[in-house]
Every structure is written in C-alpha cells, then in structure tokens.
C-alpha cells in the first residue's frame, strides 16, 4: 500500500542505489556506439557543495543523460580536487581552534596525514550530495588529483618540462603572502582600494650640487633602493643623468639612469626603483643591471639586508621609522593623501609583498605559441569574435608560470638537490639516485625540494590523466573524443612533430 505522502528523504537514496547498482550509469560496451564523456569539473575538498555545484552538475546530468537515452557510450567522470592551498587552510584553522597547534609543530608527515583524515570526510560529503543529487556518474571511476595515476602523470609532465627546457628555477617576483607563508598567483590576490599617502622625499646628490625628490606609497622600500629613474625625454633631468645620490639612512651611492618607465607627467618625474620590492621596477632593474636587494624575510620583516636599527622590525612599523627619520633629517618635502589599490591576499586578508625568492615556472610564453597560432589559422575559432583580440592580448603578454607554493599538501616537486647544488629531476627518487651516481661516481645525499606543485598543474592535466594518460594512451574506448591539443600534448613526450 502506498504511503499517503511521498518522502523524498526516504525514496530518492533507495531510487539511486537501484540505479547505481544496476550500472544504469556505466557507459554501453557496444563496440558500435559512438562515445560522449564530460570529465566533472573537480570540486575542491574544502567543505561541502554549494548552489553553483547544483547547478553546474545539474546541466551536466542533462546532458550526459541526453547522450546516453541517444545510444551512445556516455561517461560522465566524477572526482575531487585536492586545492593545495585551500584545504591546507581549513585543517590548519582546525588546529589552531583545537589548541593553538600549527603544522610545523606536527611535522610535515603528521600533518599530511591529517589532511588525508579531512579528505576522506569532505570528499565523502562531496560525492554524497552528487548522489542525492541524483547525479548520474559512473561512480566506478571516481578519482582524486592525488590517486597514484594522476600524481604519476604530474610527475611526467614536470619531468618533460624541464628536459625540454620549457620548465625551470629562477629568481623572480612572486606574489608573496606572509601570513601563508607562500608565493600565490595572481587570481588569489584581491587588489583593494584604501586611504593612504605619497611621500615626497629629496634623496642628495652625491656631489652635494642639489637634490632629487621621489614620491612613494611604500617608505619601508626606500631601504632596498638601487637606482633613481628619470625618463630619457624629460629636460629637467637629462644632466644628471648618470651621476648618483646618497640614499640616505642606508647611506650608499645609487645611479640616476635613464629609462621610460619613469613618466614625466607624474609626481616629480623621478622614481625609485627598488628591483627586489615591486614588479615594474624588477623589470627596470633587469633591463639595466641594477642590484636587487630584498629588505624582507618571510613574515615581511626587515631583514639582515636593512640597517641595524631596522632589523627585525614589521614593514609597517618600519615605514613609520623611515618617515620619522626622513623628517629629522630635513628631507621631507611633503606629505600627500590619496586612495590607492593595495594587493591583498584573498585568503589570509593580509598585504601582499612583491617578494624576490627561487622558484619553479613554466615557460607559458612558448607553450602559448601554438594556441595563437591555432587561432590565428582559423584551427580554433572563438564566439563572439570579439573576444580574439582580448584572447591575444592574453596569450601574447603572458608571463612565466610560477608553479612551486611553499606548502606541504600537494604533489610534491620532483627534484632533489646533490650536496653542491646540482639539480636532478626523473620521475622516480631511484631514477634520480641512479643518474646522481652516474654523475659523482658514488652515492651521494639528496635532498628532495620541499615545495609543491601550485595545483592547476595538476588539475590541468585532469581530462586526460583520469583516463589512464600516461600509463596508456588515450583511445576511443576510453570514451574521449580525440581533439588536437591533447594530440599535440601525447606527441611531444614521444619527441614526433606536433
């Protein structure tokens, strides 16, 4: 007899498990049936879904399901994003609720495991509300950006990378947080507008024939300056052009160079540059071998770097000490307010610091090539048109990819250290022992980089490394259509034109 009222709690879960039992979900083994597949979009497990998952995962069972009624061999992937800095966030908030614990008390391997215990609960929740959800995935092939099969195509990929020359280590900027403690991309940065001041100081010239006054937002920097820039054009600079100030507080000579960064319309028309502290004046810096003196530690403290009485103290405390002085030694010209956009970290909510440390990026520029070409062959066409010239600007001024975060949730880099510094990457620690004995002609101690990897390099590599890449090729029976990047992509690693 049936109940009076339908009780969707109680139906729906019986409902799915029928269905989910009976392979309802899993794609046709008819050799004839044309495939279709949608790699889901992996939620991160930081938590539960939200509205937007509904939705998405609502269109994609429309779909899916729409194929599958037509007779073909539909798959759809379900899976979870490990999101490094993200998850390593909200198990280290639980600790710190729990007893003011952090991970660098725990240790790297005690807190890993920790993370793992919060996967297994958040992932869990995910792929329970996908079910009650009624979401048709072919649970069977459910898989984490951290299953050994995806790390192993992240350790193939990084490795092919850095033979090919089109991944390396370098000292850079980075957008660096210092409550996190790592460098962040620029998505997780939130530029936002507060009250501040320019100060305008007269840095003497080291002859002792005038001054030259710069405007800053940032007085702290001032102690990392090592040019003053003047645009080549602006006359009222172009003799001084070559001679040097005394920077004061510091108290060593620094250039005036000529540069057309310098805008001869703003402020003074002269600017500092300090190379180590900010990203158009890193540029500056490259193009005219300038010094790059970085000021910070870490935690954005004044480090051995700075003058004695400044070490150890917080940038910000240290850019009211710079003031004071630049007051008591006469060379505070003046005070100006304004609004200014500040880089904050989306997460931690503190200021971000252009920081100069070594780290690892990929070559986006030369990766892009063959995008732009495609594009402008007619290969690959966008709708609306107009989005060509934004899709260029992108692709054209792209800049290397900073890919290493100083986190420990995440794939680990695939590179050891020899004790001189040497670099070795394989995919494997006893393919990197082998070719370091090769090397030396003994064994020697390795250390492994302690970074990880930023986590769309993983996660780039998902609609691809689900489906068994590159322990086997993907093929029309692994139900993915066979498009040209991911061509172009399994060609380079076998070295044939593509």
């Known amino acids: 007899m049936l109940d009076k009222n ?12 029928q269905w989910e039992s009976s392979g309802a979900f899993v794609p046709t083994n008819d050799p004839a049936a044309e495939p279709f597949s949608i790699v ?3 939620p991160n497990v930081t938590g539960s879904l939200h509205i937007g998952h509904a939705l998405n995962n ?15 061999a539909a798959l759809w992937l379900p899976g979870t994003d490990h999101a490094g800095i993200a998850t390593q966030m909200v198990v280290e908030r639980q600790l710190a609720a729990a007893g003011n614990m952090t991970r660098r008390h725990m240790g790297r391997e005690a807190f890993i495991a920790k993370v793992w215990e919060w996967k297994a609960e958040s992932g869990g929740a995910i792929t329970n509300q996908l079910r009650r959800l009624g979401a048709s995935c072919d649970w069977s092939r459910e898989r984490f950006t951290l299953d050994e099969g995806l790390s192993a195509a992240v350790r193939k990929v990084f490795v092919t990378l850095y033979k090919q020359k089109l991944l390396y280590r370098d000292k850079r900027l980075v957008n660096w947080d210092p409550a996190l403690q790592t460098a962040i991309s620029d998505l997780e940065v939130e530029q936002k507008e507060v009250d501040g001041h320019f100060w305008h100081f007269a840095y003497p010239l080291e002859d002792g024939s005038g001054e030259i ?7 702290e920097t001032m102690l990392g300056d090592t040019a003053i820039a003047v645009n080549p054009k602006d006359k009222r600079y172009q003799h001084l052009i070559g001679k040097a100030v005394r920077l004061p507080i510091v108290n060593r000579p620094i250039p005036i160079i000529a540069d057309d960064y310098a805008d001869p319309e703003k402020g003074s028309g002269a600017v500092k540059i300090t190379p180590a502290h900010d990203f158009n004046d890193f540029m500056v810096g490259k193009r005219n071998n300038l ?22 103290l917080d940038r910000f405390a240290a850019r009211k000490k710079v003031v004071e002085t630049f007051e008591e030694l006469g060379l505070l010209r003046e005070i100006e307010k304004t609004k200014h956009a500040v880089p904050h970290g989306d997460r931690s909510g503190v200021v971000i610091e252009p920081y100069l440390t070594d780290q690892w990026y990929v070559d986006a520029k030369t ?3 063959p995008a732009v ?11 609306p048109k107009t989005w060509q010239k934004t899709y260029y600007e992108w692709m054209r001024n792209i800049e290397p990819w900073c890919i290493s975060r100083q986190l420990w949730w995440g794939h680990r880099i695939p590179a050891w250290y020899g004790p001189d510094g040497k670099i070795f990457v394989e995919e494997t620690e006893a393919e990197v022992r082998a070719v370091a ?29 689900t489906l068994g890449w590159p322990e086997k090729p993907p093929t029309w029976h692994d139900f993915i259509q066979p498009i040209p990047w991911l061509q172009a992509l399994t060609s380079s690693f076998t070295g044939s034109p593509g």
Do not use: C
């Open 213 to 219: 006054v710069v405007a800053t937002t940032r007085p």
């Open 291 to 312: 010094p790059m003196i970085n000021i910070f530690d870490a935690f954005a403290k004044i480090n051995e770097n700075g003058p004695r009485e400044y070490q150890g």
């Open 373 to 383: 070409k495609a594009v402008e062959e007619g290969r690959t066409v966008l709708e």
């Open 40 to 42: 889901i979009p992996p």
């Open 58 to 72: 609502t269109l994609q069972d429309v779909l899916i399901r729409f194929e599958r009624m037509r007779g073909k």
């Open 367 to 369: 990766l892009a090539l």
């Open 437 to 465: 004995r090769e090397h030396y002609g003994r064994d020697e101690d390795l250390k492994q980089d302690e970074d990880v990897l930023d986590t769309w390099f993983s996660s780039g590599l998902w609609p691809f490394s």
């Open 6 to 17: 339908f009780d969707p709690k109680t139906a729906e879960p019986r409902l799915y498990a």
